[in-house]
């Protein structure tokens, strides 16, 4: 088997393989619009509306009377005040029960407070959602038995710090390559390897930590103080550069069979669950730096005058404050959307929670890019430079560096396009895995043709026609209901795009990269479009006719992006890109490359040594 085959089997084995219950974001890639899953959003109940409130009204005077951002960045370190001010608040409790000592915070609320900590301090959020949301407390909170509950969630929910340890040096979006080991020795596992990227795992008590026990891959609970535990360096970033993210080593570390979580083999699965709804912390966090960029394009545009006029007045800068203002407001919307159908538990939202992150992260990074074009020099030079020479220190470059991680944190662009579109092919490959299979025998390829011959019998006739060519369709959404009518047009539209290149490439769908990352980009707006227009339904009833107006302008220009997306799946260069690529990989175009110096290996560097033990200047130990 090939080490391509082999990734790929590691990786269709950790896959939730049933939907035990309804998907919006299943049927929408089906063409089938099931607006009456997500219409109307769930709503949380009275109490969760109220002790969500009362901790957004705590973490923000907290935020604001005694955190220093700036500080943070220009050091590199949350301060040890700073993080016994949040255990003291609960905020490293936030999603814990309280059974266990938590807050029990509904996942809107805590996707909210996230949002405000990142649009203050983005490094706050980095470190008190990698705490929860793929530390500790959340894969025990699905996997772990009463007893690892009652053992490490009241810590945690005191403010012991975790982390997630899975990427290795040659491991990243491949877990077919994990070396880490952990063998079993009468009631303990003995674990040996080296984990890097380890955001939290400087500073943390506590560890979710993945290895290979046999051929299959396991998580355990390990304390990071044990012996043959070694924090080997903390790492620099060009964002993020409060947070604590390190190489970790493992040398002969005992951690008792009791601190397995779930069962041996189960881990990928427990990670990839757990990202389900984990992941909806990095949109989170994007939204939040979206609306702090939609009020600085605000008030820079507006108080910044050339040519006679204030900037936002001329066309060009006027579309990028559009842009911005409509995507930060969808932004939130999709955020809230899939937070209401995760507190619901009725939905599965693998697709939704994975679009958002997506979504989140590739729009967040342009309103950043938009925001710093828009502030000229000013939007370049650093918060200290303005603030030491007299001006507002608006720190639009560090929000550009910050949320450029989050293209590439917990599943890169590349990776959730690939995540999502597996899913979003998943009908098709039940009912004809066995025509695209080349390894597939006659008798085989005869049964699934039958099998699959029932399938699009029913299903195609039903992508012809649908409520969303009828006028008068979603009529309850007034203005936005040809937008709606837009969308259930488009899903159809998408299904049969999908069908056709099932159809034209078959088993080798898979490696049409380009191809699949559009659809699943059409997908993505069609889910957004979807989401601001419910919120602006629901924002009507105080605000009158303002989301109405947001909406609108953000359907149009979602719409244009979409069918943009269309016209390139079927005329693009992917096959000349790729054609390009392998013969620059073969050596040649390094003609390309001539008359340039590459710094780091044609200047003076010294040769690093072998990493020992982290200095004290490399690791901050929070004190608490």
């Known amino acids: 088997m090939t080490d391509y085959a082999k990734a790929r089997e590691v990786a269709e084995q950790a896959r939730e393989k049933e939907w035990a219950r309804p998907s919006f974001g299943k049927q929408l890639f089906l063409g089938d619009f099931r607006l009456d899953l997500v219409h109307p959003a769930p709503r949380l109940s009275a109490r969760d509306v109220e002790k969500g409130q009362e901790f957004l009204r705590a973490l923000r005077r907290f935020l604001q009377d005694r955190v220093d951002p700036a500080l943070i960045e220009r050091t590199a370190v949350i301060p040890d005040e700073v993080v016994k001010g949040l255990v003291a608040l ?12 938590g807050l029990g915070l509904s996942h809107t609320y805590y996707t909210r407070a996230l949002q405000l900590t990142a649009s203050y301090s983005p490094a706050l959020s980095a470190l008190l959602s990698a705490h929860q949301s793929i530390g500790v407390p959340q894969p025990l909170r699905l996997f772990g038995t009463p007893e690892q509950k009652q053992r490490f969630l009241p810590r945690c929910a005191a403010g012991e710090i975790s982390a997630f340890l899975l990427t290795e040096p040659d491991v990243g979006s491949d877990p077919a390559r994990l070396a880490t080991t952990a063998v079993r020795d009468g009631d303990s596992y003995v674990i040996d ?4 990227w380890t955001t939290n795992g400087v500073v943390a008590d506590l560890l979710v930590v993945m290895a290979r026990t046999g051929q299959k891959i396991s998580a355990f609970v390990v304390e990071a103080d044990s012996p043959g535990i070694t924090v080997e360096r903390r790492n620099a970033f060009m964002g993020l550069r409060g947070i604590e993210n390190g190489v970790t080593r493992f040398h002969q570390v005992r ?11 189960q881990g990928l699965k427990i990670a990839l669950t757990t990202l389900n709804t984990g992941r909806l912390s990095l949109p989170a966090t994007c939204a939040g730096a979206a609306k702090w960029a939609a009020k600085i394009a605000r008030e820079w545009s507006a108080q910044r005058v050339q040519w006679g006029r204030p900037i936002g007045g001329h066309e060009a800068v006027a579309k990028k404050i559009a842009f911005i203002t409509c995507t930060a407001y969808a932004l939130e919307a999709v955020v809230e959307l899939a937070g209401r159908l995760a507190d619901d538990e009725n939905n599965d939202i693998r697709i939704e929670a994975a679009l958002a992150k997506l979504y989140g992260s590739e729009m967040a990074w342009q309103i950043a890019d938009e925001l710093v074009q828009i502030r000229g020099g000013r939007g370049y030079e ?4 303005l603030h030491a020479r007299g001006e507002r220190g608006v720190p639009a470059e560090q929000v550009l560096r910050d949320l450029r991680i989050n293209r590439i944190f917990e599943g ?3 990776i959730m396009h690939l995540l999502i579109a597996r899913e979003a092919v998943d009908a098709h490959l039940s009912v004809a895995g066995g025509l695209i299979d080349p390894a597939a025998g006659l008798r085989e390829k005869g049964r699934a043709a039958t099998k699959a011959g029932g399938f699009y019998a029913r299903w195609l006739p039903g992508l012809l026609t649908g409520p969303g060519q009828l006028p008068t369709s979603y009529a309850e959404f007034g203005g936005l209901a040809h937008h709606l009518r837009y969308v259930e047009r488009t899903s159809r539209k998408l299904a049969r795009a999908t069908f056709y290149g099932m159809s034209r490439w078959q088993g080798r769908l898979e490696h049409k990269q380009g191809f699949l990352s559009r659809i699943v980009d059409i997908g993505a707006e069609l889910f957004a479009m979807t989401a601001v227009c419910i919120r602006a339904q629901e924002d009507a009833m105080e605000l009158g006719s303002r989301p109405y107006e947001l909406a609108d302008t953000f359907c149009h220009q979602s719409r244009l992006r979409a069918e943009a997306l269309f016209d390139r799946l079927w005329e693009n260069s992917d096959a ?8 620059a990989l073969g050596g040649r175009y390094t003609f390309v490359e001539d008359g340039i110096l590459d710094p780091s290996i044609d200047g003076p560097w010294i040769a690093p040594a072998t990493p020992g033990p982290a200095t004290s200047a490399d690791v901050h130990r929070h004190v608490r």
């Open 193 to 196: 390897g080296v984990k890097l």
């Open 255 to 265: 951690v008792p069979a009791a601190n397995l979580i779930g069962r041996e083999g």
């Open 382 to 385: 650093t918060a200290d430079s």
């Open 90 to 101: 609960g905020a490293f409790g936030m999603t814990i029960d309280e059974e266990y000592g």
């Open 412 to 414: 890169s662009t590349e």
């Open 576 to 583: 000349l890109d790729s054609r390009m690529a392998k013969l």
